[in-house]
């Protein structure tokens, strides 16, 4: 067998004033044919999981270029033709081939392209023919069109989120492309539209719960190949945005159906309490002043990098200094410039220096003040997972007895070796702020004796109901209440 595999990759809120260009990708992962790193990255672990497989079946594995950025804002026009081409290109030089294995996030998009993802794959079609194997993994926080519904034989999702699962998922995507190139399998693919936009962390209950259900269903029963929910991404103003529940059966379409209707109804049911319940910025310094043990994690929730905001809001950093806090580390603050004035000064250097809040209007405002400039780190990197994940340049300052992290590649928090890469001991602190969503929870959990999810400031337009959508549908829950209606009740 000959298979080739590549990854093109980020995530868009087409609200956010942050474009993407070639240089986003390549300061995140820009991995040439065969320059792919041993450790996988978020949506590439169908390249390093496919080495190991075709290594073991003796099969060749062909790898096209493997590319990621940050999520951000629309990817620049020119950038997302010539990542695209530079694939298609490659697997026209692979032909002929028996599959196209995928990593992809789902939640492109491009300048003059809605559905990236699908311009991507019908290209791919395109050359490969009707009967050639294509399948993708896939992140839950995107959209599923129907383009890609009728280019992919299959595609597998992400389970969890946090996303802890994506080498397991990839694991899954090559064990079913296995069984489908060996003739034991034929994929079918049956979709069910949960009319609804929500957020569905599995570190929590209902959706860790239904997860397991999945998972069992899966395991149970031999015509289920694969059950993902694609959570769907609400600040991706785009067509077919919402939650959608994906069965794949081995050719069993009534019954895939069947099932994606019973599951997608059942989630359905439950909308509006997956989330968890947030509190505002001078809540959450009160209780966390108040605490008597330590580390009390702040999630800034909602100025999440992980989500495409600029990650320089100063609204909970400015709460903290209004109240003389001190024993606590911010991380982090994206400022490109003040990591450069920084590094210009030196380690040891006390300077005057204005950080932070130059995004968007809703993050805070600048901080200005006298820092010291403690330690500074190019090229920092943190822990998630297996992978490493670049925060860029970055520069350890104290402000006012405040441990502050500026980083110049945006990045959310992912793990506590994020303050122990610019010398500061997490452990330590009394209180950690960190931007994230829920991305954080399984490292940082680990350390903290409290988690407060904070909601501060306006970066992320966080609710559907009000958000100012000109493209996603209008007829999803929470903008009508129930756009099931008495369908829902025939169930």
């Given at each position: 067998?000959?298979?080739?595999?590549?990854?093109?990759?980020?995530?868009?809120?087409?609200?956010?004033?942050?474009?993407?260009?070639?240089?986003?990708?390549?300061?995140?992962?820009?991995?040439?044919?065969?320059?792919?790193?041993?450790?996988?990255?978020?949506?590439?672990?169908?390249?390093?999981?496919?080495?190991?497989?075709?290594?073991?079946?003796?099969?060749?594995?062909?790898?096209?270029?493997?590319?990621?950025?940050?999520?951000?804002?629309?990817?620049?026009?020119?950038?997302?033709?010539?990542?695209?081409?530079?694939?298609?290109?490659?697997?026209?030089?692979?032909?002929?081939?028996?599959?196209?294995?995928?990593?992809?996030?789902?939640?492109?998009?491009?300048?003059?392209?809605?559905?990236?993802?699908?311009?991507?794959?019908?290209?791919?079609?395109?050359?490969?023919?009707?009967?050639?194997?294509?399948?993708?993994?896939?992140?839950?926080?995107?959209?599923?069109?129907?383009?890609?519904?009728?280019?992919?034989?299959?595609?597998?999702?992400?389970?969890?989120?946090?996303?802890?699962?994506?080498?397991?998922?990839?694991?899954?995507?090559?064990?079913?492309?296995?069984?489908?190139?060996?003739?034991?399998?034929?994929?079918?693919?049956?979709?069910?539209?949960?009319?609804?936009?929500?957020?569905?962390?599995?570190?929590?209950?209902?959706?860790?719960?239904?997860?397991?259900?999945?998972?069992?269903?899966?395991?149970?029963?031999?015509?289920?190949?694969?059950?993902?929910?694609?959570?769907?991404?609400?600040?991706?103003?785009?067509?077919?945005?919402?939650?959608?529940?994906?069965?794949?059966?081995?050719?069993?379409?009534?019954?895939?159906?069947?099932?994606?209707?019973?599951?997608?109804?059942?989630?359905?049911?439950?909308?509006?309490?997956?989330?968890?319940?947030?509190?505002?910025?001078?809540?959450?310094?009160?209780?966390?002043?108040?605490?008597?043990?330590?580390?009390?994690?702040?999630?800034?929730?909602?100025?999440?990098?992980?989500?495409?905001?600029?990650?320089?809001?100063?609204?909970?950093?400015?709460?903290?200094?209004?109240?003389?806090?001190?024993?606590?580390?911010?991380?982090?603050?994206?400022?490109?410039?003040?990591?450069?004035?920084?590094?210009?000064?030196?380690?040891?250097?006390?300077?005057?220096?204005r950080f932070g809040a130059k995004s968007a209007p809703g993050t805070g405002n600048p901080i200005d003040g006298t820092v010291k400039v403690v330690k500074l780190v190019k090229n920092a990197e943190m822990q998630f997972g297996e992978s490493l994940a670049p925060f860029g340049d970055a520069a350890h300052i104290v402000l006012d007895g405040l441990d502050i992290i500026l980083n110049s590649t945006r990045a959310q928090s992912f793990d506590p070796s994020l303050f122990s890469a610019m010398g500061i001991d997490p452990a330590r602190q009394k209180i950690l702020v960190i931007k994230s969503t829920n991305h954080f929870f399984a490292s940082f959990s680990k350390i903290a004796a409290e988690?407060?999810?904070?909601?501060?400031?306006?970066?992320?337009?966080?609710?559907?109901?009000?958000?100012?959508?000109?493209?996603?549908?209008?007829?999803?829950?929470?903008?009508?209440?129930?756009?099931?209606?008495?369908?829902?009740?025939?169930?």
């Amino acid at each position: 067998m000959r298979i080739f595999t590549a990854a093109l990759a980020t995530e868009t809120n087409t609200f956010s004033p942050i474009c993407v260009d070639r240089r986003a990708f390549e300061a995140s992962l820009y991995a040439p044919p065969g320059q792919h790193p041993e450790t996988p990255t978020l949506c590439t672990a169908p390249i390093t999981v496919g080495r190991r497989v075709t290594r073991e079946k003796g099969w060749e594995l062909i790898e096209g270029t493997a590319t990621w950025a940050d999520p951000a804002g629309l990817v620049n026009r020119a950038t997302y033709e010539e990542l695209r081409d530079e694939i298609i290109g490659q697997l026209r030089a692979a032909m002929p081939v028996d599959a196209v294995v995928m990593g992809l996030h789902g939640a492109m998009v491009a300048a003059g392209y809605e559905d990236t993802e699908g311009d991507l794959l019908w290209r791919i079609r395109e050359i490969v023919g009707p009967d050639v194997l294509i399948c993708a993994e896939l992140d839950p926080h995107s959209h599923l069109t129907a383009k890609r519904v009728a280019a992919l034989n299959f595609a597998v999702y992400f389970k969890e989120f946090p996303h802890t699962d994506f080498v397991d998922r990839a694991e899954d995507l090559w064990r079913i492309a296995v069984e489908i190139l060996e003739g034991r399998v034929k994929p079918v693919m049956s979709v069910f539209d949960c009319r609804m936009i929500d957020v569905f962390p599995t570190s929590r209950e209902p959706m860790r719960s239904f997860v397991d259900k999945i998972m069992q269903i899966e395991k149970d029963d031999p015509d289920i190949l694969s059950i993902s929910v694609v959570h769907g991404f609400m600040v991706g103003d785009v067509p077919e945005m919402g939650t959608k529940l994906l069965v794949v059966t081995d050719n069993k379409p009534e019954k895939g159906a069947a099932l994606a209707r019973e599951l997608g109804l059942e989630l359905f049911s439950k909308r509006g309490t997956f989330m968890v319940p947030q509190i505002d910025e001078k809540e959450a310094v009160s209780r966390a002043m108040a605490a008597t043990a330590w580390p009390v994690v702040i999630a800034d929730v909602w100025d999440n990098p992980g989500g495409g905001t600029a990650g320089d809001a100063t609204v909970v950093l400015g709460e903290l200094i209004a109240r003389g806090v001190t024993s606590a580390a911010i991380g982090t603050i994206w400022d490109p410039v003040a990591v450069q004035i920084c590094f210009a000064a030196g380690e040891g250097a006390e300077i005057p220096l204005r950080f932070g809040a130059k995004s968007a209007p809703g993050t805070g405002n600048p901080i200005d003040g006298t820092v010291k400039v403690v330690k500074l780190v190019k090229n920092a990197e943190m822990q998630f997972g297996e992978s490493l994940a670049p925060f860029g340049d970055a520069a350890h300052i104290v402000l006012d007895g405040l441990d502050i992290i500026l980083n110049s590649t945006r990045a959310q928090s992912f793990d506590p070796s994020l303050f122990s890469a610019m010398g500061i001991d997490p452990a330590r602190q009394k209180i950690l702020v960190i931007k994230s969503t829920n991305h954080f929870f399984a490292s940082f959990s680990k350390i903290a004796a409290e988690i407060l999810y904070c909601s501060a400031g306006t970066p992320y337009p966080n609710n559907p109901a009000t958000t100012p959508y000109r493209r996603a549908p209008k007829t999803i829950w929470p903008i009508v209440a129930d756009p099931h209606g008495p369908e829902r009740g025939a169930a």
